[in-house]
């Protein structure tokens, strides 16, 4: 069983820059590969950034490469989602996701350890 808090979330205005973090309970967090969903208002649910078990590769949305960086620590049980140049339309809730392999993914069923999600809201 692997738990996921995220944090970080808040308002921030556009241009702006916000470090989102999700903590991992368990000891397998070095092995799973990681990532960040958003889901805005009347949307689905979308993939913006994937991370595998060692750092060595990652994936981005087209919509927010160049901008965002994922990163991981696993001595600490936790991967970042640094968001650089915000946008209104990155206004969402973020969730951090886990998946029981170390490559990354950017298809949301392939995660099953999802977080409660955290908004960030992005003003103009």
């Known amino acids: 069983q692997v738990q996921l808090v995220e944090s970080g979330g808040g308002l921030v205005q556009a241009g702006g820059s916000r470090r989102l973090s999700c903590a991992a309970s368990?000891?397998?967090?070095?092995?799973?590969?990681m990532g960040w969903f958003r889901q805005a208002p009347g949307k689905e649910r979308e993939f913006v950034a994937a991370?595998?078990?060692?750092?060595?590769?990652?994936q981005y949305a087209d919509s927010v490469k160049g901008r965002f960086t994922i990163s991981r620590d696993n001595a600490k049980n936790t991967v970042y989602l640094q968001m650089n140049s915000l946008k209104p339309e990155d206004t969402a809730v973020y969730y951090c996701?886990?998946?029981?392999?170390?490559?990354?993914?950017?298809?949301?069923?392939?995660?099953?350890?999802w977080g409660q999600g955290t908004q960030v809201t992005v003003s103009s």
């Open positions: 368990g000891r397998t967090f070095s092995t799973r590969a």
């Open positions: 991370i595998n078990w060692s750092a060595s590769s990652t």
């Open positions: 996701a886990a998946r029981p392999a170390g490559v990354e993914v950017t298809t949301a069923i392939l995660y099953n350890y």
